[in-house]
């Protein structure tokens, strides 16, 4: 059985950090491409960013790409997201997501995290 599980949500000001981390078992870590996503009340979940196998390639959706980084260690079989700058419109649920295509839209994640809280005030 595969779990992604998120953790490092919470609560933090316009213009704060925060780094999310996703701790993956059940699964060969290394060969999977590991990505973000993320919901916001009432919207549909979002890409938000994705990593490949050895963590050579990143690629970011366009309002987060100057202030989130997206990194892997693949001896720990984990995936970070540190977010920086945080504005109040990155408020959502943020879900850690595993695929074997490019997991630049929902459809090509195999598995899911159960999703953790970012909320960000202003």
């Known amino acids: 059985q595969v779990q992604l599980v998120e953790s490092g949500g919470g609560l933090v000001q316009a213009g704060g950090s925060l780094r999310l981390s996703c701790a993956a078992s059940?699964?060969?870590?290394?060969?999977?491409?590991m990505g973000w996503f993320r919901q916001a009340p009432g919207k549909e979940r979002e890409f938000v960013a994705y990593i490949n196998r050895s963590g050579a390639f990143k690629y970011y959706t366009d309002s987060v790409k100057d202030r989130f980084t997206i990194s892997r260690d693949n001896a720990k079989n984990t995936v970070y997201l540190q977010m920086n700058s945080l504005k109040p419109e990155d408020t959502a649920v943020y879900y850690c997501?595993?695929?074997?295509?490019?997991?630049?839209?929902?459809?090509?994640?195999?598995?899911w995290g159960q999703g953790t809280q970012v909320t960000v005030s202003s």
């Open positions: 059940g699964l060969t870590f290394s060969s999977n491409i």
């Open positions: 997501a595993a695929g074997q295509t490019p997991l630049s839209e929902r459809r090509a994640a195999n598995y």
